[in-house]
């Protein structure tokens, strides 16, 4: 393993009970890396970061972070590693206001941004921090889940369809965002159906078919590959 290395993924394999859905899945990300996961629904993408997470049914194969073997561990020690979920239902707490669902999960690492921090990265957050976890908009809801695992002190970021459904000026906020992340060395996996959004961002992306990594796109290959990538992706 590198020293850059962040994970390595070997013959990642994911049931959902008699359901096989990764099929021997293989990639790295080194430290302070974007990469993003790309394929037709359906493909496997999302069960990849689930199962990275332990937050599937069986898992055989090996999921080495910074380089500790974490195949077998539940999902709350996987977070302890320094590991932040991002899914697509957001799963923000309705009851709650704004800033308690900001303060509510543990902090697992030292580096955790502040809730300072994090205004000044989230002003819409800030502006509706008093506000219900239901009277955000599906833009400040996203904002919020993101925020959330940022408190927590994660380094690897596994972000599910962050800019599904929202509004254009609210998907370059959050591409914004996730370059000053990479910039403060954040690691990162991006699983997005929208090309246009993830393409700029990563420095390369995993095509992902049945289950398994096809093909491996690097960003200065992007203008070369558009043929195949629209193909694959039916974009």
């Known amino acids: 393993m590198s020293a850059t290395e962040y ?16 099929h021997g899945i293989d990639f790295s990300v080194r430290r302070g890396e974007c990469i993003s996961l790309l394929g037709r629904n359906g493909a ?19 999921i080495m972070l910074n380089g500790r073997e974490v195949i077998n561990m539940p999902p709350h020690r996987i977070a302890q590693l320094g590991v932040g979920y991002c899914p697509e239902e957001r799963g ?3 009851s709650l206001s704004c800033e308690e669902n900001l303060l509510l999960p543990p902090v697992v690492g030292s580096g955790g941004m502040s809730i300072e921090e994090l205004y000044e990265m989230f002003p819409n957050l800030k502006d509706r921090r008093h506000s219900q976890g239901t009277r955000l908009s599906g833009g400040e809801q996203q904002m919020l889940a993101m925020a959330r695992i940022l408190r927590t002190g994660a380094r690897l970021l596994l972000l599910d369809e962050i800019s599904e459904g929202l509004a254009p000026v609210i998907v370059q906020k959050l591409a914004d965002i996730i370059r000053q992340l990479k910039q403060r060395d954040y690691t990162i996996v991006l699983v997005e159906q929208n090309f246009l959004f993830a393409a700029p961002l990563a420095d390369r992306m995993l095509v992902v078919e049945h289950g398994q990594i096809v093909a491996e796109i690097a960003q200065h290959e992007l203008k070369d590959k558009l043929a195949y990538l629209n193909e ?4």
């Open 232 to 235: 694959v992706l039916g974009v």
């Open 92 to 94: 923000i707490y309705s």
């Open 44 to 62: 496997g993408r999302t069960t990849t970061l689930r199962a990275l997470m332990g937050l599937t049914g069986k898992r055989t194969g090996s």
């Open 7 to 22: 994970l390595r993924v070997s013959d990642l394999h994911a049931f959902y009970g008699e359901s096989h859905i990764l």
